[in-house]
């Protein structure tokens, strides 16, 4: 059941615990405690919202950087990510197979802005081999949703 | 010499025939602007989009011929292996399948084949709008067994062998049901089968709605025992893979009969279309899980609808089956015309008035769950603020009574 109830709220953080009872069959208080549990084990970590900020007044770089590491005795990838993921410029990190080791997401307020963190903070820290940075130019679709979707509902208004 | 009267030449069955008792009903919806309709009867969900792209590669390699009268071998194949896993009825693809143009030729197929003029064709109402024309254009008589509300809209064996007469010769079932929602368990079936059996019925069932059933399995009745070679089974690709416009659709039996049925196609169709055949083989290939996830996200919106309408006082039986919810409007003290034409206008949400699929459906109304939670919602929101309007104005009244 966790699952579902997981389901629905990735879909829709404001939807009712009422709601997501009624439309999974279960109690209101089953449905409260096991999201409470699972707000505990940190399983649920945030209540986001999924924002087409293009549409917006405020605008943001975005860019991915492929970072190479050069792994030593002692530091594995997960400290040399951790130096990383504190600054608050970075946005996800996360360890990759493949050509390079750490896929890491960066929000600026411009390019020059994101440019500087890479040259002056990432490709400085320690063990940082490399780094490759691609700036994200449009989103087309992310977490699942189609951000300017022209498919809209082409039915009859009333069908047998 | 005489005037030409284009009139006069329309033969006089089809005259009579009244015309769909939804579609003056449409005129008046697509009329009005900003209307969130649940006025549906199909998907909302678009074709899963690896059927779309098997069907543009079928052109891409240019599949674009007619095909076997029968419809595409591969195609036969499939929908045999499909009924046979998943409903353990076992025919030939050789000569026991034909692939229609929608389930709906299937079902004017099977009673053009086997109805005779002033045969009775039995068929519980309320139901699917097009049985009941088609049956009297084969020629046949129709006999309507009125369903009811507290036997959650199932036929029941009594009243079968009450409609029963030395001209009945066919019966029309389907479940889960258009536009009721009702289905019906095996146990239920085995009580119809014995009646079919005694009085020698042939039963056509369409069970196009069959893999949108929430409680139990969906028992086919061709698979019960002896009724196989009675029955001609029909359903489709429209519902569960979210294929209405594509117009794939089968049947399946008795040799004798589908051959029969497949000689009227032939020479008025020819065959299905070969794209459209196409995209239902992948749709069988590779499509059950998006059946699956579609049919959880019907029964989440089902759940919603039918707690709200129960909620707002509008008495609603749970529909196991298809995606309609089918409540009593009677505490409202409108008819159904009447409910739909001001909810309509006074909240433009649409709905649709039960008895436009028969006598039997008045006093009630067809929603359609497949819309989105919010478009359900949001309609539900306005659906409350119209019968609260109607409650608060019946209790006053009586209250000045």
């Not at chain 2, 009924?83 to 030939?92: A, D, G, T």
């Not at chain 2, 009227?264 to 059946?291: R, S």
Request: with cysteine; glycine share 6%.
């Amino acid at each position: 059941m966790r699952e579902k109830i997981l389901e629905m709220l990735s879909c829709n953080s404001r939807i009712s615990h009422e709601q997501i009872a009624v439309m999974l069959n279960m109690n209101p208080e089953d449905v409260a405690r096991e999201i409470k549990a699972m707000e505990d084990e940190k399983i649920i970590l945030k209540y986001s919202t999924l924002i087409n900020w293009e549409k917006t007044k405020s605008h943001t770089v975005t860019a991915l950087i492929d970072v190479k590491v050069t792994p030593q005795r002692g530091v594995g990838f997960d400290e040399v990510a951790e130096r990383i993921f504190r600054y608050p410029e970075v946005r996800s990190v996360a360890l990759m197979s493949g050509s390079y080791d750490l896929s890491v997401k960066i929000e600026g307020k411009t390019m020059k802005e994101v440019a500087l963190f890479v040259a002056e903070k990432l490709a400085t820290v320690e063990h940082v081999q490399s780094t490759m940075t691609h700036f994200v130019l449009k989103q087309y679709k992310q977490a699942g949703v189609v951000f300017d979707d022209k498919e809209e509902d082409r039915r009859q208004v009333i069908t047998p | 010499m005489s005037k030409f009267n284009a009139a006069d030449y329309v033969v006089p069955r089809l005259k009579s025939l009244p015309p769909s008792g939804i579609r003056k009903f449409f005129d008046l919806v697509a009329n009005t602007k900003g209307v969130v309709s649940l006025g549906v009867g199909e998907p909302d969900f678009v074709t899963p989009w690896h059927i779309r792209e098997a069907c543009v590669h079928s052109l891409e390699k240019g599949y674009t011929m007619y095909t076997s009268n029968w419809g595409m071998p591969e195609l036969r194949k499939g929908v045999v292996d499909y009924l046979s896993e998943k409903y353990h009825v076992n025919y030939s693809p050789e000569n026991q399948v034909i692939i229609t143009v929608g389930a709906s030729e299937a079902v004017d197929l099977a009673l053009r084949a086997v109805v005779n003029q002033g045969d009775e064709v039995i068929i519980p109402d309320p139901c699917y709008v097009s049985y009941k024309p088609c049956a009297a254009m084969a020629g046949g008589t129709v006999v309507s067994i009125p369903t009811k509300a507290e036997n959650d809209f199932k036929l029941t064996a009594q009243q079968l062998e009450d409609a029963i007469t030395t001209k009945s010769k066919v019966l029309v079932l389907c479940y889960p049901n258009n536009p009721t929602g009702a289905i019906m368990t095996r146990e239920e079936l085995l009580q119809i089968a014995a009646v079919a059996e005694k009085h020698n019925l042939l039963v056509i069932s369409d069970e196009i709605y069959s893999e949108l059933t929430y409680s139990g399995q969906h028992t086919s009745f061709a698979s019960l025992p002896g009724m196989q070679d009675r029955t001609i089974l029909i359903n489709g690709f429209s519902k569960s893979f979210a294929m209405t416009g594509w117009r794939v659709g089968y049947a399946a039996g008795h040799p004798d009969i589908i051959g029969a049925m497949v000689k009227i196609h032939q020479y008025t169709i020819l065959c299905t279309p070969v794209t459209a055949q196409m995209a239902a083989l992948e749709a069988l290939n590779n499509g059950m899980e998006q059946v699956y996830h579609m049919r959880d996200q019907y029964n989440q919106r089902r759940r919603l609808l039918v707690n709200r309408l129960n909620a707002m006082g509008l008495d609603c039986f749970e529909p196991k089956g298809a995606f309609y919810a089918f409540p009593s409007i009677k505490r409202t003290g409108l008819d159904s015309e009447e409910f739909c034409q001001h909810l309509l206008n006074e909240e433009l949400v649409a709905v649709v008035p039960g008895e436009a699929f028969g006598e039997s459906g008045k006093g009630h109304i067809r929603i359609s769950y497949a819309s989105s939670i919010n478009q359900i919602e949001e309609a539900l929101n306005r659906m409350e603020r119209f019968v609260n309007k109607r409650y608060n104005n019946e209790v006053k009244l009586s209250a000045q009574a």
